[in-house]
Structure formats: C-alpha cells, structure tokens
C-alpha cells in the first residue's frame, strides 16, 4: 500500500489512420512501468457521416478502448500524423529567442504550402554554430514545424468528446524517436510501415531533423497481392504474413515480387532521405530501425539491410519499460504497432 507517495500514469494515444493504440504507464520513480494497453480498428468511412459525427465516432472508439483496458489516467498525450504536418530544418543568423519567432514567421512563408493564418507555427532551436570563423559568424539550426489549426482542433475535439484531458500535442516522429532509441545519440533512420502510409525519419542526437511521409503501407501490399493473384483479401493476408520477402531467388510464388515490387515507393523515400540529409550533415546515417505493423513482414530486415548497406533493425519500443514477465511474448509481436502510443506515453515520465 502506498502511504506517502503517489505514482502517477499518463496515457499515450496513437489516432492512427486505420486504428488506435492507448499505453498507459505509470512513473515509477523515473522508470516507466506498464499499467495497461489497448487497440481497436476505426469502423470503416461512411460517407454518410459529417466532420462532427466521425469526430464523435473516433472518441467513442477511444472511450471504448480506455473502458475495456481499464485505464487509470485520464492525462493523455497524443500525436499529430507525419503525414499532415510540416517540418523543415533551418539555419538563421545567431539571435535571441524573441527574435527567432519574428525571423520564422517570414522565413515559413516561403517554405510552408498553406497560408500561415491557417498554421500554428512551433520551433526548437538545435544548436549554435561558426559559420565562417575568419569573419567570426555565427548560425544556429532551428527546427520549424507548422500544423493545420483546423487538425489541431479537430484533435483537442476528440479528446474533449472522450473525456481525456490532453497535456500535449506532438508529432509521431518525437515519439518515436522517444521509444526507439531512448537517450542514444546515435544518427537513425526511422521507418514506420503503417496500415496506409509509411513515415520516414531521421533522427540526430533525439531531434528528428528530416520528415517525410508516403502513402504505401502494410494494407498497399496486401491488395496488391489480392489483386495480382485474383484472390481475396484475407487469403492475401496471409499469404504476405507466410510468405513475405525472398532473398535466394528460389520462390515457388509470385508474392515475394509482388510486395518488392509494392515496396519500391518506400525504398526509394528511404534513398531520398538518406541522400538529403547527408547532403546538409557531415555525419552519417548509423542504422536503420523500423516499426509498425509491418515490421515483421519476412526477410524484411535483410532485404533492407542488402539494399542500403547499412544495419537494420526491428525497434523495441519495451526496451525502457518495466513489463510483466508474462505477457513478454504478446508485448514482443504488437510491440512495432505501439511504439507511438509508449513512446507518447514516456513524454511526461521523461521528461
């Protein structure tokens, strides 16, 4: 019994585009424990609904998961999707801070695609450097992020509908990077294989410097694996999960070369990533880490690896959470589906 001190449990809550995973962990005298966890697919689109009823949709799917997985907390931290939000890294003269956000406020109108009434505007500055140390100036890099106002709300909405007070709004990248790759300076690419959309990162001493997002994920391959082989989605399913890659060259099916070919996309973002970071850094990429529901797609890892010839690896979003001995097994398999939702979690324990 705790007499004299009180943990506390946060929630992270991943709004995936197909789903949506909640990890409560509780704060343990800095070390994060696993309280609860809990997962549920979107009911399919209706056309029929409005923005307001798919919105009410949405937080009652997260009210039933909360319910269902008895969570304690109702203090949550959430993630706005790669996909929506705009982040560039820049390098501005050496100012103070109240002039870093005038000095953005001009520089993001010349990179954000949406008018900036329409944005809320975050930064971070990284670092203080010499330009030029003969002229004796100097720069700073200063990470901008933009997110859609309409988004924003939309979010803070659901979590209103759902009763969950939200401490924080981030971006799926910080989380996991959080989760992936903890205190490790390491340069990572991150690799996220959603349902629908695959996100890239890179992240460079826990600051994920470069964004981006495509829209090919686990679900792409299956169809096309349906499609190509004339069968239904489920038997394609498995099939994927079965047969996954082939590296030998020795396959008696065509899916290996169904989903290699489905995968292109993906490698080629990867190629781009890696060639614009490298292009603006004098360090490079360490390794590869991927995750999501994908992450364990057969052979993926060494396909991979031969391609960039660099290490991969499936993250282990656990890896600085105290877990029950027992469900090791479970938590192992969906621990790529959660590593948003722990890494979002750890937020407020890390901090």
């Known amino acids: 019994m705790e007499l004299f001190t009180k943990k506390r449990s946060y929630l992270g809550v991943d709004l995936g585009t197909g789903s949506i995973k909640v990890v409560e962990l509780t704060n343990v005298g800095g070390q994060a424990r ?9 009911p399919a689109g209706d056309s029929k609904l409005n923005a ?6 949405t937080a009652a799917t997260l ?9 304690k907390s109702l203090k949550a931290v959430a993630a706005l999707p790669t996909f929506s939000v705009f982040s560039s890294l820049l390098n501005l003269p050496l100012m103070s801070e109240s002039e870093v956000g005038q000095a953005l406020a001009y520089e993001a109108k010349k990179i954000v695609p949406l008018p900036l009434d329409e944005m809320i505007l975050d930064w971070k500055i990284l670092s203080a450097q010499a330009a030029n140390p003969m002229k004796r100036e100097k720069t700073m890099r200063v990470l901008l992020t933009a997110a859609p106002k309409n988004l924003v709300k939309q979010y803070l909405e659901i979590f209103r509908l759902a009763k969950i007070e939200i401490l924080s709004l981030e971006t799926e990248a910080f989380a996991l990077g959080r989760a992936l790759l903890g205190l490790e300076p390491a340069v990572a690419l991150l690799v996220d294989v959603g349902a629908l959309t695959t996100d890239v990162a890179v992240v460079d001493e826990h600051i994920p410097v470069l964004n981006r997002s495509i829209d090919v994920g686990g679900v792409t391959v299956t169809k096309a694996i349906a499609q190509s082989l004339n069968i239904d989605i489920k038997r394609a399913e498995q099939f994927k999960r079965d047969v996954g890659l082939q590296l030998s060259g020795s396959s008696t ?3 290996p070369k169904i989903i ?4 292109g996309p993906i490698v080629n973002e990867v190629k781009y990533a890696i060639s614009l970071y490298q292009a603006e850094s004098a360090k490079s990429i360490e390794k590869i880490v991927i995750t999501g529901g994908s992450a364990f797609l057969p052979q993926l890892t060494q396909y991979l690896e031969n391609v960039f010839q660099l290490k991969v690896f499936i993250g282990n979003p656990w890896s600085q959470v105290a877990c029950p001995v027992d469900l090791k097994g479970v938590l192992d398999e969906i621990g790529p589906r959660f590593a948003t939702a722990i890494g979002l979690a750890l937020r407020e324990i890390h901090k």
């Not at 290699?260 to 995968?263: D, K, P, S």
């Open 260 to 263: 290699e070919a489905t995968l």
């Open 34 to 42: 696993l309280e609860t966890y809990g997962f549920a697919e979107l």
């Open 52 to 57: 307001h009823e798919k919105l009410e949709r």
């Open 63 to 71: 009210s039933e998961i909360c319910t269902k997985a008895r969570v």
């Open 253 to 255: 099916t065509a899916v």
